[in-house]
């Protein structure tokens, strides 16, 4: 079993900053593939960013150049720096991480961006 626990999201103006961080624990046997996904009220679940075992990652055309995720092995945690933050970014955040062919989501954290 992993656990993910998010943090870091708020309210934040057009053209802010946050920064998210997704915290693993549990039997975590490697470095796992995580990701971070969000969800606007009224849409579907959708990628935001993603980062193998490794350190290969990958974003939609929406966040590309905004966005940046990372992780920190030796702390099993994730993070997601977003800048140049636009209202359409408003949404539930979710950090998903897969082991052994199954995915464990984190309970989601609300990012705000209005004025």
């Known amino acids: 079993q992993v656990q993910l626990v998010e943090s870091g999201g708020g309210l934040v103006q057009p053209g802010g900053s946050l920064r998210l961080s997704c915290a693993a624990s549990g039997r975590i046997f490697s470095p796992i593939p995580m990701g971070w996904y969000r969800q606007a009220p009224g849409k579907q679940r959708e990628l935001v960013a993603a980062?193998?075992?490794?350190?290969?990652?990958n974003y939609p055309d929406s966040v590309k150049g905004r966005f940046t995720i990372s992780r920190d092995d030796a702390k099993n945690t994730v993070y997601l720096q977003m800048n140049s933050l636009k209202p359409e970014d408003t949404a539930v955040y979710y950090c998903?991480?897969?082991?052994?062919?199954?995915?464990?989501w984190g309970q989601g954290t609300q990012v705000t961006v209005s004025s």
């Open positions: 998903k991480a897969t082991q052994a062919w199954r995915d464990y």
């Open positions: 980062v193998t075992s490794g350190v290969s990652t």
